[in-house]
């Protein structure tokens, strides 16, 4: 649904959604070139649609809860039922969505290091001595795995808009990663 978006923004001054049988369509809608009249190609049920809402939502599917609430907070995007979404807002909206996206990643890509088992990072080799383990006994696959875990639980805090992760949290996390382990 965001690429329809983007696609009709490129088209279209503004884009209008209307349901077309059971599936949401985004349409255009532009301005005549000699009377400077306001066109869109809508289906009568048009009025009933919130474009706006739709596309908010569809950038909540895309990016996390926390970016897409951020983007709508800071450009104003409030239900509009009937109205049709200018282009220009919803191009500088996914823009701010993919760079929010892009700093919130640059921002835990230090505490990942420091935390990486495959990196044999400080914080890594810090919270194996405080557990009494000795890394260089973990396997590349152990390390990878471990990894892996922190991997993901970086991903679902970006996800739900808790980026950046603090250091204490990733070593909560590497914790229970190693304690999971079979050397531990």
Known sequence: MLEAFEQAAHKHDAVRIT?????????????MPQSRREVAWVSPDAAQSDTT???????GQS?????????ARQL???PAPGQALASRTVKLALDMAQTSRQALTGVDFLTRLQFSAAADGPEFRRVCES????????????????????DERFAQAQASGASAVESEMAEQWLRQALQESPRA
């Open 19 to 31: 349901l077309d049988g059971a599936h949401w369509q985004v349409q255009g809608v532009g301005t």
């Open 76 to 78: 104003d995007l409030q």
């Open 53 to 59: 809402s739709a596309f908010v939502q569809a950038l």
């Open 131 to 150: 557990l009494a383990l000795d890394a260089g006994a973990l396997t590349a696959a152990e390390r990878e795995r471990i990894d892996a875990q922190l």
């Open 63 to 71: 990016f996390s809860a926390g970016i897409s609430a951020a983007v």
